[in-house]
């Protein structure tokens, strides 16, 4: 009887993956029906959000088997297997692609400002402008200091950090005319149908991402790089704040205090936050910076 009930949830939790297709498609349709139409029978909609409930458990439990395949076949090929093995090397092609992906951004939104003539769309466009300034300049630096010796590139690139950590207070006023516009304007991100789920998604995703890289990246002796991943959490920590407000404006336009609030709060301690990471990169820096200037001057005098 023992090995019959674990057989049983095994095969409930780790169904065949024909099953789970259909269990995905069902669940994809049952949840657009339940969302997009308002009359939508009430037993069709609760059934959906328990079926695509489970659906959701069972893909969950397959990702990590799925994740270690497609990393053994990415393994078997060099370039693939060397990125993934070199932690230095995926560090350094993400704040590249990062950089390339805020300048689109930021030359997507200055159009749309010009065009629309809308100021929430101008401060849009500065925010992504201000980080692509700050993220190339890192690219930039990073460049110069590989022709540097290694004594030598260390100081340059605690250097670079602290740079980085003073362009942020510049960031972290933008930051907070993109709140103050969402708080009192009336401004917000709206993301239509069920892509507010994928960008909710994303946006923990993003997050949980962006504080492992800085606890991982910490350790490593490559300090641009480091502030990369500072620059990623305080992005991330951004879209958060403007998840939050898609989600209030979706599934809660009717409170508009209660929105008013939160997005004020949220915004707030967004913003504090970004401005603690800012003086955390400065500080931590300029602490590294001195005890590399005594480690010289011990150096000289013996």
């Known amino acids: 009887m023992k090995n019959k009930g674990k057989q049983w949830w095994w095969y409930l939790l780790f169904p065949h993956w024909f099953i789970k297709l259909i269990l995905v498609l069902v669940s994809a349709v049952l949840l657009v029906y339940s969302l997009g139409y308002q009359d939508a029978n009430p037993i069709i909609a609760y059934s959906s959000y328990l079926l695509s409930f489970y659906t959701l458990v069972i893909v969950c439990l397959r990702v990590p088997a799925v994740i270690k395949k497609i990393k053994r ?6 370039y693939s297997g060397r990125y993934l093995e070199d932690p230095l090397l995926r560090a350094k092609v993400s704040l590249y692609g990062s950089g390339g992906i805020n300048l689109i951004y930021a030359a997507f939104y200055l159009a749309a400002g010009i065009y629309y003539r809308s100021v929430w769309t101008g401060a849009m466009a500065v925010y992504y402008e201000v980080l692509s300034l700050i993220r190339i300049g890192l690219i930039r630096r990073d460049r110069k200091g590989q022709a540097m ?47 507010i789920y994928a960008q909710a998604a994303y946006a923990f995703f993003c997050f949980g991402m962006a504080i492992k890289n800085i606890i991982k990246y910490r350790k490593m002796e490559r300090p641009i790089l480091s502030a990369a991943k500072v620059v990623s959490l305080s992005c991330a920590l951004m879209s958060i704040f403007a998840l939050q407000t898609a989600m209030l404006m979706q599934f809660g336009a009717e409170q508009a205090e209660f929105m008013q609030l939160m997005n004020m709060l949220t915004g707030g301690a967004v913003c504090f936050g970004e401005f603690v990471l800012a003086i955390w990169l400065v500080h931590i820096t300029n602490k590294e910076i001195k005890k590399l200037d005594m480690r010289k001057e011990a150096l000289e005098v013996e």
């Open 149 to 195: 010796e290694s004594g030598e590139r260390r100081g340059f690139e605690l250097k670079s950090s602290r740079f980085c950590g003073k362009l942020m207070f510049l960031l972290h006023i933008v930051m907070t005319g993109l709140v103050i516009q969402m708080v009192w304007k009336n401004k917000y991100y709206d993301y239509p149908g069920v892509m």
């Open 73 to 78: 076949i990415l393994k078997a090929n060099k």
